[in-house]
């Protein structure tokens, strides 16, 4: 059975973005584009929110073809276009999207069923909406956290509307030399 494994950047005070959606306190380089590209490339199943798979749709399926791709792009839009996405969204009711599953409804038992088929990780990219809907459901396992060297004041937290303690077993960490450090954790049931 496949975990959901919320992946995410954060900032030191809890939150996924600015107030507006900013995103520009993000910290990313060489080391970590590397160090993620090994733990996705394991992986056959992207999990987003219509947010943010409109603007990884918008990016990743032309970006490893233009003159001056770096090569996380061209690595990371490969995987792109093979990885099968699982959209969380009301409004995209496109039925032909490739390699694409939208669910709008019966999120609980349509996830479950996702999971149940799944042999590796899903990884839930970014989506604070998506995570939220899905933390409420109990339906995450996991997070994967690259905490970045900055206190944002105000934003969109990644852990909202949380009624109850929850245990974590940290699996690893490591920092990178741009200051960023990584969490990875399970969640103990």
């Known amino acids: 059975m496949g975990k959901i494994i919320s992946f995410m950047h954060i900032s030191l005070d809890g939150f996924v973005s600015g107030p507006n959606g900013e995103m520009d306190w993000i910290k990313v380089d060489e080391e970590i584009f590397d160090h993620v590209g090994k733990r996705i490339s394991e992986g056959d199943t992207a999990l987003y929110g219509r947010v943010t798979y409109q603007m990884m749709e918008s990016y990743w399926p032309t970006a490893g073809d233009k003159p ?33 599953t939208i669910i709008s409804d019966n999120l609980s038992n349509q996830i479950n069923e996702i999971k149940q088929q799944a042999n590796k990780e899903i990884l839930l990219f970014g989506s604070p909406t998506a995570t939220h809907a899905l933390l409420q459901l109990n339906l995450v396992d ?6 970045n060297p900055v206190i944002l004041g105000q934003g969109i937290p990644l852990f909202e509307g949380i009624k109850e303690k ?19 954790y399970t969640i103990d049931r």
């Open 68 to 100: 001056v791709a770096s090569r996380h792009d061209i690595e990371h839009s490969k995987w792109y276009a093979k990885v099968h996405k699982v959209v969380l969204s009301k409004t995209i009711k496109d039925p032909g999207l490739t390699n694409t």
């Open 142 to 147: 996991g997070y994967w956290l690259f905490v």
């Open 166 to 184: 929850t245990i974590l077993k940290l699996l690893t960490s490591r920092q990178f030399a741009c200051g960023v450090t990584e969490l990875s």
